[in-house]
């Protein structure tokens, strides 16, 4: 029976009255989505972004009839092409949607979707292994952002089977190194996007700060918080949540991002001391829904904060002098970032570097309704 089916697929697949789409499923970090060629998608943006939806199942809160898995980091894509900027390898496309909503942003990173692309790239063929260990320059499109990917292809095959271990993810895998190369002002103007180390908002102390992903930290005891509170908890907290988007709102036009009230960004973060023997603790929101864990590029930017003389994170934090490793406590567990700053300018960040991991899920084709796209269509 098992033969019979397989032989007959393919007529199956013709018949079908859906348009089907090659992609990859991935997990990149702690986020996990669809990947495409860029060739593979319509290229008209609306259209594009109406197969996106149709694919991952929104807008419906449990996305039963797509691929999204029901939360917002479970709710992503990635746009993959062979780069035609000089010295770069790879471009990339991040797309964030939401279960319950039409939107789909692409103004932003994703630094766990990020980690998928280069073995996306050598599984594809856009990329060729180059020894025991592949780097590729990656372009992310959203900001203009540039990295370095180091992963293992030993034999020419990516490799996924090692020993690193993030939080958020079980067990163990290859790594794949992250080395990013101008992450201020990924969204905004600059690193620090007021002018200020730290300002006053909505009569909130915070620090506004975007080197990767435009972010807001606020002390947790500031809002009458611990910092140390589970997930579950905050996400129950309406009175925190209702007072976090009203700063958020009046932050964002501050950062000089407008009326962000249907943006991804600035992300909210809460810190408090450390207690798990980091640099510091964070509860992150993106930006309505607390994280189990921390985005790639929040902690990057966590990590840069904590560096700042004068931020909030200075005198709760336990960071070394002149950059090194910080470890971002999270509720999933730590996140560590590498940071290289200029001695004579803490607030000029000469490199990030973090290690993440990433997994090839599944591979085929995922199959939209034409009445939604019909290949050869631009509507």
Not at 40 to 61: C, E, H, I, K, Q
Not at 72 to 85: E, H, M, Q, Y
Not at 150 to 178: M, S
Request: proline share 7%; glycine share 10%.
């Amino acid at each position: 029976m098992e033969a019979a089916l397989s032989s007959a697929w393919p007529a199956l697949h013709n018949l079908s009255m859906q348009t089907a789409i090659p992609t990859l499923f991935m997990r990149g970090g702690t986020s996990r989505g669809p990947f495409f060629l860029e060739s593979d998608l319509p290229a008209d943006p609306a259209t594009r972004d109406r197969v996106l939806l149709a694919v991952l199942g929104s807008p419906d809160r449990r996305q039963i009839d797509g691929l999204g898995g029901a939360h917002p980091l479970t709710s992503k894509a990635g746009i993959v092409r062979k780069s035609a900027t000089p010295g770069v390898d790879i471009d990339f496309l991040f797309v964030q949607l939401q279960p319950d909503s039409e939107r789909v942003d692409t103004s932003a990173n994703c630094g766990n979707m990020l980690a998928a692309v280069a073995p996306f790239a050598l599984e594809t063929g856009l990329a060729a292994p180059t020894g025991a260990t592949t780097t590729l320059r990656v372009l992310t499109l959203n900001t203009g952002m540039q990295c370095d990917m180091t992963v293992q292809t030993p034999n020419g095959q990516v490799n996924y089977e090692g020993t690193a271990r993030i939080d958020g993810v079980p067990g163990a895998a290859a790594p794949v190194d992250i080395d990013f190369l101008d992450t201020a002002g990924s969204v905004c103007a600059s690193l620090l996007p007021t002018g200020k180390v730290k300002d006053v908002i909505d009569g909130i102390e915070v620090t506004c700060i975007d080197n990767g992903m435009p972010l807001v930290l606020v002390p947790a005891a500031a809002l009458g918080r611990s910092g140390y509170e589970g997930v579950a908890e905050l996400n129950a907290d309406a009175e925190l949540k209702t007072r976090l988007e009203r700063l958020r709102l009046a932050c964002g036009h501050a950062m000089g991002l407008g009326d962000v009230g249907d943006k991804n960004y600035p992300k909210m973060t809460l810190v408090a001391p450390p207690r798990l023997g980091g640099s510091v603790s964070t509860r992150s929101f993106i930006p309505h829904v607390c994280h189990d864990a921390i985005g790639v590029l929040a902690a990057v930017t966590v990590a840069t904060a904590c560096m700042l003389e004068g931020s909030v994170a200075d005198g709760i934090a336990v960071a070394p002098a002149g950059g090194g490793r910080i470890s971002v406590e999270h509720p999933g567990g730590e996140f560590s970032v590498d940071l290289e700053v200029d001695p004579s300018d803490p607030r000029n960040v000469k490199r990030a570097a973090l290690l993440r991991t990433a997994r090839l899920i599944m591979r085929g084709d995922v199959m939209v309704p034409q009445t939604v796209w019909k290949k050869g269509n631009t509507a």
